[in-house]
DNA sequence: CGGCCGACGGATATCCGTCGGCCGGTGCGATATT
């Protein structure tokens, strides 16, 4: 009979498909993802951008009993999704987060049982008043989205992360789906750790995106790349993002293309206000924009189909970064591509961050000393973040540090943990460390760069564009225009770039 | 890690080099103060 109860339910997805999306058929893996979730299964699934990854979990709202609980690590993102839902005439979905009047807030809280949808932060769901409606709350599906944050940042930046487990099995182990577009096997374990993954089923996409070709380009200076990239952003297809290190570099990156080039051109970093980074978001959007110059803030969430060129200033420190990164270049399917600019300096940025994520040896000594003397109090939390940061520690290292310090217990001392400190911030810089060295090697590497991240992950190469990468024959020049176009071997690569783009659109109309 | 800035000292009355220290990226929520 149960049997019966789960065939009936796949039929009905495929009405629901229908009469709330609009769309016929499933998308490569989201039938087997929704069909692992209605049977109640714990789900990973790994699937590119684009590719429909909210269906996944919407469809499965439709058809099982109580609430679908969303936990995302952005704002703005949790909006968006919201107002995607009530565009389709859903009026049961909510995000619930601390830019909401408490009123309004209260209200969503006391109507929980009625709702389908609840978006949230994992910040907010580890509130205890939150949790509590939330634990008298049949909850059918705890939703993991962006969920490489939990390993990105849960060690770290964001520790609410790694709570998740904890809170689930305080919701009585509702099942579970993580999703993502990017994670190599370690953070795959990692997050199946930090989840508390039970017999899951994995859905594993290619990270692989044949339509981007990629080119890795060494030079001596800064200013040799600022020439570099004005004469590239004069020739190729845009609009285009250039990711930078560091918030100075976007703005004076900005600066000097809109002198040389007269392009439409911005930037948008994480010290900026919230007004401004969404009108930025906003005209880059709605095609206001040509080039816009920004750090890793930029980019989550964002669902432009034709972004055409992605840029990197300066490199990012994790090859799941990269690979996010260039990742929203022509989500359309058309041609795209992905120009890295490198000289031996930038490093410093990438290890430069790892070592501000963690209090140095001295400074996490004297601090559990002074907390064990009593010169130090872990409380009020504000304070002690602040007296760290008042020593030099970043607010990363110093909220790393709170987190060791807030659970231990009264009758032991603090010096006690400091060898457990010692052991995981040792760890956690190892595996960064790896990360890093995993993408020097694909910037240093005299192969394939597809074959180079898809070795990393563990794929098998499936086909190999014609616009692969510098190494596979494409030429940097025929870009960048180096030499005048009359002499540039250009109208062939413009040729093979035509027949392709004629052929990927044969292949979509085909598709549909 | 390395670029950049300010301090400092030496040789000369303004400049020049060197050295040490600091800084650098992601966002949530809550709370107190203008």
């Known amino acids: 009979m149960e049997l019966r109860d789960e065939t009936q339910k796949l039929k009905r997805a495929h009405v629901i498909l229908k009469e709330k999306f609009g769309y016929e058929q499933f998308r490569a893996g989201q039938w087997q993802v929704i069909q692992d979730v209605l049977n109640g299964h714990d789900v990973f699934a790994m699937m590119p951008t684009g590719s429909g990854k909210s269906i996944c979990y919407e469809v499965p709202g439709y058809l099982m009993e109580g609430l679908v609980l969303i936990i995302s690590p952005l704002l703005s993102l949790m909006e968006d999704q919201v107002h995607q839902l009530r565009k389709i005439g859903e009026k049961q979905a909510r995000a619930l987060n601390g830019l909401m009047h408490p009123q309004e807030r209260k209200r969503v809280l006391q109507k929980i049982n009625t709702l389908r949808f609840l978006f949230i932060s994992p910040e907010m769901l580890r509130q205890p008043q939150i949790l509590a409606v939330l634990q008298r709350t049949k909850v059918s599906l705890f939703v993991v989205d962006e969920a490489h944050c939990v390993s990105q940042w849960g060690h770290d930046f964001r520790p609410d992360y790694l709570y998740l487990a904890q809170i689930k099995a305080k919701l009585g182990y509702p099942p579970c789906l993580a999703v993502t577009a990017t994670a190599d096997e370690r953070v795959r374990v990692d997050i199946a750790r930090a989840l508390d993954l039970r017999d899951v089923r994995q859905l594993l996409m290619s990270v692989d995106r044949s339509n981007i070709a990629l080119i890795v380009k060494k030079v001596m200076d800064n200013s040799e790349k600022v020439d570099q990239l004005i004469q590239l952003l004069s020739k190729v ?81 994790t090859m799941n970064a990269y690979l996010q990164e260039i990742g929203r270049a022509s989500r359309d399917g058309k041609q795209g591509l992905a120009v890295l600019y490198y000289t031996e300096q930038d490093e410093r940025y990438p290890s430069g961050f790892i070592d501000m994520n963690f209090p140095d040896d001295t400074m996490l000594h004297q601090v559990l000393v002074e907390l064990d003397q009593g010169l130090l109090q872990t409380e009020p939390k504000d304070n002690f973040l602040e007296t760290l940061q008042g020593r030099g520690a970043s607010e990363t290292a110093a909220r790393f540090l709170y987190e060791q310090v807030r659970a231990v217990p009264r009758e032991k001392r603090f010096l006690s943990i400091l060898d457990e400190c010692r052991r995981i911030i040792r760890e956690r810089r190892i595996i960064q460390m790896n990360d890093l060295k995993v993408m020097k090697d694909y910037i240093n590497s005299n192969t394939c760069r597809r074959a180079f991240y898809q070795s990393f992950y563990k794929e098998k190469q499936q086909h190999k564009p014609k616009l692969c990468c510098d190494q596979c024959g494409l030429q940097f020049d025929a870009f960048s225009g180096e030499e005048s176009p009359e002499d540039r071997p250009h109208s062939e690569q413009i040729l093979e770039w035509r027949a392709r783009l004629t052929l990927l659109l044969k292949g979509s109309d085909h598709e549909k």
Do not use: S
Not at 257 to 264: A, E, F, K, M
Not at 267 to 273: S, T
Not at 289 to 301: E, K, P, Q, R
């Open 237 to 317: 297809r845009l609009p285009g993002i250039v990711y930078c290190a560091a918030r100075d570099w976007t703005e004076r990156l900005a600066e000097q293309i809109r002198l040389h080039t007269g392009l439409r051109t911005a930037y948008y970093h994480g010290g900026m206000d919230a007004v401004d980074r969404r009108k930025i978001q906003n005209q880059f959007l709605d095609g206001e924009l040509d080039v816009l110059c920004c750090t890793n803030a930029f980019g989550m969430g964002i669902n432009k189909p034709d972004i055409r060129l992605v840029v990197h200033f300066q490199f990012p420190g």
